[in-house]
């Protein structure tokens, strides 16, 4: 599944192809993907409009219309963008096409279909409506400090939260918590200032260097990252132990019962 570190990427994608290009039509091959908006809406808005501005808050993308209001873009489990010339014939997974008066188009792709699209009649308001976190790409100490304030849960799911932190994924909480060196399991309201200070600075630390390393979800960070470990009989990369293995959120944990405290 597409995190933080890999919507980023498509948003500067999305950036370099289609920002301030004329939007000549719009070919909804999927209307399933569409979701809080009909197809009319959606091609009143776009149809002859251009996109002028783009946002992200977590795993979700936001693109500003020159018309009105903008679209929200969620990848799913396998979104991702496409831009090709229009001579090119459409892919097999491509289910919203914006086509271009240059001559191209840009593809929304989504194989299994989880990914959505909704036209939104203003960014800024939808975005405190659904009552996100700080962004983990710019979260601050005091910031995750007050999210956490009178909150007694273990971390690890705390951070999963998207209304805590928006854009922590599984792999990149287990990061975090072994660079910070906390168990995942202990409860937020035990921890001390010192430690969420360090845990707020290794969640963006992280997230900065998955940006601009530009790793995509699955794939292998260096040998000094915790992620490349990060697996049934793994050892900890520090001092070698075996690595435990417990459910947290639903969600397979993997950390260092030495290391992390």
Known sequence: MP??????????????????????SVNIVEEKILKGSSAEKLLQFCQQAKFIQTSRRGKFMFAKLSSEGGLLFHFGMTGDFRYSNSNEKLHKHDRLVFNFKNGYYLAYISQRKFGRVEYIANIDEYIKSQRFGPDALSITPSELQIQLQGRNRKIKSALLDQKIIAGVGNLYADEALFQARIRPDRLTKELSADELIRLAKKIKKIMIHAVQQGNEYGEPFSSDYFISFRKKDGCCPICNTLLSRLPIAQRTTYFCEKCQK
């Open 3 to 24: 995190e933080l570190p890999e919507v980023e990427a498509f948003r500067q994608y999305f950036n370099i192809h289609a920002l301030n290009k004329a939007i000549t």
